[in-house]
């Protein structure tokens, strides 16, 4: 069973991951990076005026996002606020 420790460091490093655009990302990642809801998430995937990143099927129950596309999103939407 792993340690606090390591799930601190786990959580730390996939908030990292999201920052650096490095591989996918779950909505319960994304959520806590955002600071908001796993819903809240979803809303913003399924909104078509929102130009949050569509998930992607990666297994039969399994959706992730990608890291370099939130994170592209990211750079876009506060660049375009400047």
């Given at each position: 069973?792993?340690?606090?420790?390591?799930?601190?460091?786990?959580?730390?490093?996939?908030?990292?991951?999201?920052?650096?655009?490095?591989?996918?990302?779950?909505?319960?990642?994304?959520?806590?990076?955002?600071?908001?809801?796993?819903?809240?998430?979803?809303?913003?995937?399924?909104?078509p005026d929102?130009?949050?990143?569509?998930?992607?099927?990666?297994?039969?129950?399994?959706?992730?996002?990608?890291?370099?596309?939130?994170?592209?999103?990211?750079?876009?939407?506060?660049?375009?606020?400047?």
């Amino acid at each position: 069973m792993a340690s606090p420790i390591d799930k601190e460091q786990r959580a730390a490093q996939q908030l990292k991951d999201v920052d650096e655009g490095v591989g996918f990302s779950s909505d319960k990642i994304l959520a806590r990076y955002y600071d908001t809801t796993r819903k809240t998430i979803w809303t913003w995937s399924a909104d078509p005026d929102n130009p949050f990143p569509e998930p992607k099927k990666v297994g039969a129950n399994m959706t992730r996002w990608v890291n370099a596309e939130i994170k592209a999103h990211c750079e876009d939407k506060y660049l375009g606020a400047v």
